[in-house]
């Protein structure tokens, strides 16, 4: 098995709406991200892609990492570059 792993979206069986709560919130965009972030859909929407929806979508994705991991955090769970752990 790979060091990336996809096992929300596999179990989750709760509603998959937003703006109902928080919790329902939190599990949607887990359940949008983790699909929009499959092979199969990426190898399609990428290419598709404005030059400027590529970089709103790395901003948005860097400012998160900044604004909620430290530096350790972001090196063992997004960056994954410590494999002795």
Known sequence: ???????????YTGPVAFGF?????????????????????????????????LEEIFNLISRMLKKNLSETEYHRLFLKDN???
């Open 21 to 53: 709560d928080r919790q329902t919130d939190e599990n949607t965009v887990i359940y949008y991200l983790q699909k929009f972030s499959d092979d199969a859909v990426m190898e399609q929407v990428i290419p598709k892609a404005s030059d400027t929806d």
């Open 1 to 11: 098995m790979g060091i990336h792993s996809h096992l929300f979206i596999e179990t």
């Open 83 to 85: 494999p002795h752990e």
